[in-house]
């Protein structure tokens, strides 16, 4: 059974700080893609960060505010995010992709809300 777990949303005040974490299991985790996308109230679902097999993007909104890694040997997956603002404010989504074998898994989310 694939499990696609996050943790570390949270309120945090402009400017401040929060790493989400993903932990996957039931997964070849190397293999995988691994994004983390985000789904604000009226707004539909957008990419935040992906990484892949030599390297990372990002998008434009988050790029020099955000970092997405992984750790291979932890299935573990994070986004540090700095600077936040008040519109990240929006359920954050990890997703688990590999297109060459039709395989693509989400989280249930964690809400990140960023307001003073």
């Known amino acids: 059974q694939v499990q696609l777990v996050e943790s570390g949303g949270g309120s945090v005040q402009p400017g401040g700080s929060l790493r989400l974490s993903c932990a996957a299991s039931?997964?070849?985790?190397?293999?995988?893609?691994m994004g983390w996308y985000r789904q604000a109230p009226g707004n539909q679902r957008e990419l935040v960060a992906r990484i892949i097999r030599g390297g990372t993007n990002y998008a434009d909104s988050v790029k020099g505010r955000f970092t997405i890694s992984r750790d291979n040997a932890k299935n573990t997956v994070y986004l540090q995010m700095n600077s936040l603002k008040p519109e990240d404010t929006a359920v954050y989504y990890c997703?688990?992709?590999?297109?060459?074998?039709?395989?693509?898994?989400w989280g249930k989310g964690t809400l990140v809300t960023v307001s003073s």
């Open positions: 997703n688990a992709r590999r297109l060459s074998a039709g395989m693509d898994y």
């Open positions: 039931g997964i070849a985790f190397s293999l995988y893609d």
